[in-house]
């Protein structure tokens, strides 16, 4: 049965294997704004005992809430053996048909069109996603519905 619970780590030795597609989900430039919004909170709070005090506290709040959203973000990729979304991995074998959807038909396919049991990677600030079919009877999953900002790219390299 592939592995498709959220928790699943990547099978050992695919991180030797050159990925096909590869791609982080990171958020649009209105969650950067923001960031940099609450970093600058550190200057109004730390500016009247001093100004570097306040400019520190804005620099280390930039790079622990940068990293904190970077390291948040999943990763879509796929190898010649697995295909990865988020921390999901699944073979490739057993993955079936693939399609993508883009504007009203990838809003149908995350609302009505959903299936309750599918495995989501999905992230608001991106509207495309690829629906992935699975063909394991083992498993209750029937497919994958995964945000990417380049679908024809994970479509090639999922058919590959």
Same mark, same amino acid.
């Given at each position: 049965m592939p &592995?498709?619970?959220?928790? &699943?780590?990547v099978p050992s030795g695919t991180s030797q294997i050159e990925p096909l597609?590869?791609?982080?989900?990171?958020p649009g430039i209105g969650a950067w704004i923001i960031v940099i919004i609450l970093s600058m909170a550190g200057i109004l709070v730390l500016a009247p005992i001093g100004w570097g005090y306040g400019i520190a506290a804005a620099v280390v709040l930039f790079l622990g809430q940068a990293t904190a959203l970077y390291l &948040?973000?999943?990763?879509?990729?796929?190898t010649p053996t697995h295909f990865r979304a988020g921390?999901?991995?699944i073979e490739r074998r057993y993955l079936s048909h693939a399609e993508a959807f883009s504007g009203d038909e990838a809003f149908q396919e995350r609302g009505p069109r959903l299936n309750g049991l599918a495995f989501l990677c999905l992230r608001g600030w991106v509207d495309p996603v690829v629906r992935v079919d699975l063909n394991d009877p083992e498993d209750e999953t029937p497919y994958w519905l995964v945000s990417t900002r380049r679908p024809q790219q994970l479509l090639k390299a999922l058919a590959s």
């Open positions: &592995s498709t619970n959220a928790g &699943s780590a597609f590869t791609e982080r989900l990171l &948040s973000t999943p990763l879509v990729e796929v921390k999901a991995t």
